[in-house]
T-cell receptor
Framework: DIQMTQSPSSLSASLGDRVTITCRAS??????LNWYQQKPGKAPNLLIH???TLQSGVPSRFSGSGSGTDFNLTISSLQPEDFAVYYC?????????FGPGTRVDIK | QVQLQESGPGLVKPSETLSLSCAVS?????????WGWIRQSPEKGLEWIGS???????YYNPSLESRVSLSVDTSKNQFSLKLRSVTAADTAVYYC????????????WGQGTLATVSS
């Protein structure tokens, strides 16, 4: 199985900050990497697929980069609605494992 | 707009079978896509359980494959999960989701349903 790790596990940031979350795969997954946002009591919401393709309807302040084993999710200017938990998910092969999540909260 | 809604008993006894259904609205399942189940617990985080095609072909997480079966009923526009021989470790919020086979992303999710395994 491909194992996914994320760093940091949590971070505190202020409105307007630029935030970067890192996801690492235990082996190369080329660009088969998706990012989700989850708010309390809600289902995850797809933000980015194929490492860098923004899902329809997702604000352009979200961006993804990386390939191989190392990936980043960047929020260019943090907004109030962005405080949430973010997960990466590899889609290269089954089982489609998720990372443990990164919690973004208010400083 | 596609919407998914899980349903099923919230409480299951150990060793019994957990059965959940997911009703799909706003899209005819017979038109395509895979349909998946994902669960979430504090201990294991998000865990993909398995996915099924509208015609019935399916694939599963090897860690659960011996206990899981998925089925689809396109006449009712719903799909279902059965998890046998449950233990407390199967207590989780269970989500159904639309699964794009291209890049295997889950683009639309149900709200989730909590299933607790307890006597």
């Amino acid at each position: 199985d491909i194992q996914m790790t994320q760093s940091p596990s949590s971070l505190s940031a202020s409105l307007g900050d630029r935030v970067t979350i890192t996801c690492r795969a235990s082996q190369s997954i080329t660009d088969y990497l998706n990012w989700y946002q989850q708010k309390p009591g809600k289902a995850p919401n797809l933000l980015i697929h194929s490492a860098s393709t923004l899902q329809s309807g997702v604000p352009s302040r979200f961006s993804g980069s990386g390939s191989g084993t190392d990936f980043n999710l960047t929020i260019s200017s943090l907004q109030p609605e962005d405080f949430a938990v973010y997960y990466c998910q590899q889609s290269d092969r089954t089982p489609f494992n998720f990372g443990p999540g990164t919690r973004v909260d208010i400083k | 707009q596609v919407q998914l809604q899980e349903s099923g008993p919230g409480l299951v006894k150990p060793s019994e079978t957990l059965s959940l259904s997911c009703a799909v609205s706003g899209y005819a399942m017979s038109s395509g896509y895979y349909w998946g189940w994902i669960r979430q617990s504090p201990e294991k985080g998000l865990e993909w359980i398995g996915s099924i095609y509208h015609s019935g072909g399916s694939y599963y997480n090897p860690s659960l494959e011996s206990r899981v079966s998925l089925s689809v009923d396109t006449s009712k526009n719903q799909f279902s999960l059965k998890l046998r021989s449950v233990t407390a470790a199967d207590t989780a919020v269970y989500y159904c989701a639309r699964h794009w086979p291209n890049r295997s992303r889950f683009d639309t999710w149900g709200q989730g349903t909590l299933a607790t395994v307890s006597s």
